[in-house]
C-alpha cells in the first residue's frame, strides 16, 4: 500500500460488515440505534449508520454536533452538560436547524437550557444522565431524577424526554434495576418517560438485557479496537481501523523503533500487553511510546521487520486515534479507494 506513514487505513468491507451487524442485533431486539460518531467523526459514515436504520446520531460537543448537521444529519442528541453562554447560543442556533435533544446532570445545567429556550412551539428534548456505577456524571438515586424532571417540565422551552446513562461495563442487571425503579417512580408521579438511552459497546451484544431501555448509543463498534477485543466484543479480525507505520530503526537484535509514537497511537493501556497490536508481527510488543516514537520489543518474535519495513497496528483505543489525523484512507484490500478529511475532528468544545 503506497501511503506515507503514519497513516490511518480503514477497511471498508469490515465497517460494512460491523454495521450491518449490529443494526440487525438492534432490529431484532426491538431496539433503537442512535451511534455515536466521536469513534469515526465522518459525516460519511454517520450518513450510511443512519441509512441502515439507525434514528438519528450521538455526538459528545456542540462543534461535532455542527459539523454533522452540516453533513446532512438531521437527528442529534448530545449526551453532555452544556455550559456556558456562546454554547448555549450555538445550541440554540442548531436547533432551529435539526432535531436537538441533549443531558442534563444538575438544575444549574437545566437552568441554562431554560434561559435559552423559551419557545413552547419547539421545546428542547432533555434526558437526564444517571450515574448507574461508572462513577462519572449523573444523578445518584432516582429521587434526584425525578427532582430534575420536574424542574425541566417546568420551563415552557424545554421538554422532558428520558433518561440516558453510560453504564460500567458487565453490570447489565444492575443498569436494568436502577432504569427500572427510576421510569417507575417518573410514571408514579404522572411524569411519562419516551425514551430510556443506554450506551457502550462493550456490552452491546448483550444489551437487549436491559429491558427498560428503547435505545442504544454504541460508538466503537464501527470500527472496534483491541480494548473492545479483550472484552469479549469480536475479535482482531473484526478491527476495521489500523494505523500504517514504518520501521524506522533496528538499534538491537530485538528492539525496532517504528513512527507511530504517541502523536499516532492512542496511550490508553487494555487488559493485553503494549500500545497495539501489530497484525504483521503478533508476538511484538509495543512497550513504549514517545511523541514520534514506537519502541517495539521483538524478543518473542521468531521472524523479525526490517528497517524500512511497513506494518499495520490495530490500536488500543481507536477512538482516540480519529482524534489525531487529518485524513483517513478507506479501502478494498490494498487498493485505497478514498482519502477523506475527518471532518469533526478537534472539535472539542
Not at 436547524?97 to 445545567?109: C, E, G, K, L
Not at 530503526?249 to 492512542?266: E, I
Not at 503478533?282 to 517495539?296: F, M, Q, R
Amino acid at each position: 500500500m503506497d501511503l506515507e506513514t503514519p497513516a490511518v487505513v480503514i477497511d471498508r468491507t469490515k465497517v460494512d460488515a460491523n454495521l450491518a451487524r449490529a443494526q440487525a442485533y438492534a432490529d431484532a431486539n426491538g431496539l433503537k440505534l442512535r451511534p455515536h460518531i466521536k469513534t469515526h467523526k465522518l459525516p460519511t459514515f454517520a450518513r450510511l449508520q443512519c441509512e441502515l436504520g439507525a434514528i438519528g446520531i450521538t455526538c459528545q460537543k456542540v462543534g461535532e454536533a455542527e459539523v454533522m448537521a452540516d453533513g446532512g444529519i438531521t437527528d442529534i442528541f448530545i449526551p453532555y452538560n452544556i455550559l456556558g453562554e456562546g454554547k448555549l447560543e450555538r445550541l440554540a442556533a442548531l436547533h432551529q436547524r435539526v432535531n436537538m435533544s441533549v443531558s442534563a446532570d444538575s438544575a444549574v445545567t437545566v437552568a441554562g437550557y431554560a434561559d435559552h429556550f423559551t419557545d413552547p412551539a419547539r421545546p428542547l428534548p432533555v434526558l437526564i444522565e444517571c450515574d448507574i456505577g461508572a462513577g462519572r456524571c449523573g444523578v445518584q438515586s432516582a429521587d434526584e431524577a425525578l427532582a430534575l424532571a420536574r424542574q425541566i417540565e417546568a420551563a415552557p422551552g424545554l421538554r422532558f424526554e428520558g433518561l440516558m446513562t453510560y453504564p460500567p461495563r458487565g453490570a447489565l442487571e444492575a443498569v436494568e434495576r436502577w432504569l427500572e425503579d427510576a421510569v417507575t417512580l417518573l410514571e408514579k408521579n404522572g411524569i411519562a418517560v419516551n425514551t430510556v438511552s443506554n450506551g457502550g459497546s462493550p456490552d452491546f451484544y448483550a444489551a437487549a438485557t436491559v429491558k427498560s431501555a428503547t435505545e442504544h448509543r454504541p460508538g466503537t463498534y464501527i470500527y472496534s479496537d483491541r480494548m473492545q477485543v479483550a472484552f469479549g466484543h469480536g475479535t482482531l479480525e473484526d478491527c476495521a481501523l489500523t494505523v500504517l507505520a514504518t520501521v524506522v530503526s533496528r538499534p538491537t537484535q530485538n528492539r525496532a523503533v517504528l513512527d507511530t509514537g504517541s502523536k499516532a497511537l492512542a496511550a490508553d493501556m487494555a487488559p493485553v500487553p503494549g500500545h497495539g497490536h501489530i497484525v504483521e508481527y503478533p508476538d511484538a510488543v509495543i512497550t513504549t511510546l514517545n511523541e514520534e516514537h514506537g519502541i517495539v520489543d521483538l524478543s518473542a518474535c521468531a521472524i523479525k521487520p526490517e528497517i524500512g519495513e511497513k506494518v499495520r497496528i490495530i490500536p488500543n483505543h481507536v477512538c482516540v486515534v480519529s482524534n489525531l489525523f487529518d485524513v483517513v484512507n478507506l479501502t478494498d484490500g490494498e487498493i485505497v479507494l478514498e482519502t477523506v478529511p475527518v471532518a469533526a475532528r478537534g472539535k472539542l468544545a
